[in-house]
Nanobody, 127 residues
Framework: QVQLVESGGGLVQAGGSLRLSCAASRRTFSSRTMGWFRQAPGKERDFVAAISWNGDRNYADSVKGRFTISRDNAKNTVYLQMNSLKPEDTAVYSC?????????????????????WGQGTQVTVSS
């Protein structure tokens, strides 16, 4: 079982930055792809970014150039640095850990490839 706890959300003005963290409970974290997803009110959960066990990254087009995903396997933690935030980035952000062993589909954000999910952290961007 892998437990995930997100932190770092909050209220920020457009153009501002936030850094989200996701702490995992087990060492098997380092062998899994980790992803960030977001869900705005009334919308489906969307893929934001993913990072493989060896550091490969993939981003949704809507956040490329603004968001950066990273991981620290020694701390069992994955991060999402969000810059140049826009009101349309407002959502609940959740991290997820992939099935093991991870498949290439995890890098494109296929939700069925992720076994474990955090509770989420609210990000609100004011205009």
């Amino acid at each position: 079982q892998v437990q995930l706890v997100e932190s770092g959300g909050g209220l920020v003005q457009a153009g501002g930055s936030l850094r989200l963290s996701c702490a995992a409970s087990r060492r098997t974290f380092s062998s899994r792809t980790m992803g960030w997803f977001r869900q705005a009110p009334g919308k489906e959960r969307d893929f934001v970014a993913a990072i493989s066990w060896n550091g490969d990254r993939n981003y949704a087009d809507s956040v490329k150039g603004r968001f950066t995903i990273s991981r620290d396997n020694a701390k069992n933690t994955v991060y999402l640095q969000m810059n140049s935030l826009k009101p349309e980035d407002t959502a609940v952000y959740s991290c997820a850990a992939s099935k093991y062993p991870p498949t290439p589909a995890t890098m494109t954000g296929m939700r069925y490839e992720y076994d474990y999910w955090g509770q989420g952290t609210q990000v609100t961007v004011s205009s």
